[in-house]
């Protein structure tokens, strides 16, 4: 069972404000830059999350659709073809440096929850849990 988007937005809610500031910064400037800001962050954020499920877990990243996340293997594996491994290993950290840090440590907790709820047959609650556990500490 995977984490609910209502409980992941549940657990974004402490983290929220602070990766909003440090995201969308002072109010002056234009609604559509902060718009595309938090866009841009949005897909960073996921791909940021399906490289990690990816390094880690053969079962996939399960936050990502299937439809979605079967694009993004064909796409990936076209890549590791033209330039190795190595290329993932760079975006992952080229991703995490450039996110901000509040949320790449969302990211990092829902993943590794997501991960240990495969091994450990947990439910969707405790998984929820133990990512709002992991992100706190």
Excluded: C
């Amino acid at each position: 069972m995977v984490v609910s988007k209502k409980s992941i937005a549940k657990s974004v809610i402490g983290l929220k404000k602070s990766v909003a500031r440090s995201v969308i910064g002072g109010s002056k400037k234009p609604i559509a830059k902060k718009a595309a800001k938090v866009a841009l962050l949005g897909v960073g954020g996921a791909l940021l999350y399906y490289g990690l499920s990816a390094a880690s877990s053969r079962k996939g990243a399960a936050l990502i659709p299937d439809s979605i996340e079967r694009r993004l293997d064909a796409v990936v594996d076209k890549l590791n073809a033209r330039f190795g491994h190595g290329w993932a290993k760079l975006g992952v950290a080229t991703l995490s440096a450039a996110l901000p840090g509040p949320l790449v440590m969302l990211i990092g907790a829902v993943q590794k929850a997501e991960e240990m709820g495969l091994h450990e047959k947990l439910t969707g609650k405790q998984k929820h849990e133990r990512a709002v556990h992991l992100a706190s500490a």
